[in-house]
């Protein structure tokens, strides 16, 4: 079993729809966890760094860690069509994960249908 | 500021060839990374460095070498390039402090071994 699971898609909603992603882990060590947007041929882009458990809100954007169902979600509202992206969640036991690296879900492609 | 830069943007080795992506960062964060990304597998952890002269091993290490002389460059050596190396390579650079979290990632190289 992977470290950190994720379903890749394609998910595709229509334009205003409320977009749920997830991940669930099974490392209990990991502290840090964060949401990454990628555009096709570009590099990651941080969208959402949380860290333990709780929720963090910014504009459209939520996320939400629950350590103890080691399951993390992204909710985005309003979705509009420039929301189409990979969205990749990552995780890591140290300092954001700059001493130890991060570990990545496979990603899952979002379709926003204008 | 040109954040994470990386060189070159295209590569095409024969089997057998040794190459060294470039990476370069002018944020001065102290943490930096090598991942690749392969279709289906998300983003794998290659080397990474936690400050100049000190690295340590990633999730994907063998056929790779990395060095940190300065907090700048990062540069990743492959020694004998083989087709299973044929990914997109993404360096990183971040930061974790009481004032805040940074982790950004270059445009990638896209590698291609034949």
């Known amino acids: 079993q992977k470290e950190v699971e994720q379903d890749p898609g394609p998910l595709s909603v229509p334009e205003g729809a409320i977009v749920s992603l997830n991940c669930t882990y099974s490392?209990?060590?990991?502290?840090?966890f964060m949401w990454y947007r990628q555009y096709s041929r570009k590099g990651p882009e941080l969208l959402m760094y949380?860290?333990?458990?709780g929720n963090k809100e910014d504009g459209r954007f939520t996320a939400q860690v629950d350590k103890s169902s080691k399951y993390i979600s992204l909710f985005i509202r309003d979705s509009q069509p420039s929301d189409s992206a990979t969205y990749l969640c990552?995780?890591?036991?140290?300092?954001?994960?700059?001493?130890?690296?991060?570990?990545f879900g496979k990603g899952t492609h979002l379709i926003i249908q204008p | 500021n040109a954040g994470v830069t990386q060189t070159p943007k295209f590569q095409v080795l024969k089997t057998g060839q040794s190459m060294t992506l470039q990476c370069a960062q002018d944020?001065?964060?102290?943490?930096m990374s090598w991942y690749r990304q392969d279709p289906g597998m998300g983003l794998r952890l290659i080397h990474y460095?936690?400050?100049?002269?000190?690295?340590d091993q990633g999730e994907v290490p063998n056929g790779y070498n990395v060095s940190r002389s300065t907090t700048e460059d990062f540069p990743l050596r492959l020694l004998s390039a083989a087709p299973s190396q044929t990914s997109v390579y993404f360096c990183?650079?971040?930061?974790?402090?009481?004032?805040?979290?940074?982790?950004?990632f270059g445009s990638g190289t896209r590698l291609t071994v034949v």
């Open positions: 990183a650079s971040s930061y974790s402090s009481g004032s805040g979290y940074g982790y950004t």
């Open positions: 460095s936690v400050g100049a002269g000190i690295t």
């Open positions: 990552a995780m890591s036991a140290m300092s954001g994960g700059g001493a130890d690296g991060l570990t």
């Open positions: 490392n209990s060590a990991f502290q840090y």
């Open positions: 944020m001065n964060h102290e943490y």
């Open positions: 949380t860290y333990s458990s």
